[in-house]
């Protein structure tokens, strides 16, 4: 496996705005996960997509993935204080589940 | 479905001390994870068990932590002695068969204090 690196550190935005974070890796992939973590619900996934997908959608989150770039986005809509979470990528490479978790992006949505 | 169930929730104990976290998986999952997060990182996995074999080990400090799995199901991982370096929270995973088994369901973290 290896490590996605995610991008921006911190976002701070209003509640009802969007909010975009990205994820970059180095080398091909099968999938990529997201996960988000914030003190009320744990760790969670959010979205898979796979190498072969472009976007996907669920709910009021949007995740790109464009191989040639080594890179994926995460689209929050109409966020909520709710949303408030650390964010994480995790790209898959080969075979087995293991899972490796950069940093993550940390979003704070204010009233 | 009954999410990851882990114990304690919190603990502090002082440096050189022995202290083991436990898990039980979803039921049904094979694949059970150990992760620690140490404050303002991502979690890092310690180990991994496909049912009670141990798949991967690579980053788990073998001279002072270890894990089992006996049965298959839940599992205990214990830190003897205690380093200060391990204050994190432990979280453990689980994953099911096939397609599903990408997706890691996480339990609420065994927060460690150590003084």
């Known amino acids: 496996s290896q490590q996605g690196e995610e991008d921006p550190q911190a976002l701070s935005i209003q509640e009802g705005e969007n909010a975009t974070m990205n994820c970059s890796y180095k080398?091909?992939?099968?999938?990529l996960q997201w996960y988000r973590q914030n003190s009320g619900r744990g760790l969670v996934h959010l979205i898979l997509?796979?190498?072969?997908?472009r976007e996907k959608h669920s709910g009021r989150l949007r995740v790109t993935l464009d191989t040639s770039k080594k890179s994926s986005s995460l689209l929050i809509t109409a966020s909520r204080a709710a949303d408030t979470a650390s964010y994480f990528c995790?790209?898959?490479?080969?075979?087995?589940?293991?899972?490796?978790f950069g940093t993550g992006t940390q979003l704070k949505v204010e009233l | 479905e009954a999410g990851v169930a882990q114990s304690p929730r919190y603990k502090i104990i002082e440096k050189r001390q022995s202290v083991a976290f436990w898990c039980n998986p979803i039921s049904g999952h094979a694949t059970l994870y150990w992760y620690q997060q140490i404050l303002g990182q991502g979690p890092k996995l310690l180990i991994q068990?496909?049912?009670?074999?141990?798949?991967?080990d690579s980053q788990l400090p073998k001279d002072r932590f270890s894990a089992e799995r006996l049965k298959g199901v839940d599992s205990t991982l214990k830190i003897q002695p205690a380093k200060l370096e391990d204050s994190a929270v432990y979280l453990c995973?689980?994953?099911?068969?096939?397609?599903?088994?990408?997706?890691?369901?996480f339990g609420p973290g065994t927060r460690l204090t150590v003084t």
């Open positions: 997509i796979r190498s072969n997908e």
């Open positions: 995790a790209p898959r490479t080969g075979g087995g589940n293991k899972l490796t």
């Open positions: 068990f496909q049912n009670n074999g141990v798949v991967d």
């Open positions: 080398t091909s992939i099968n999938n």
């Open positions: 995973a689980s994953s099911g068969p096939g397609q599903s088994s990408y997706e890691q369901y």
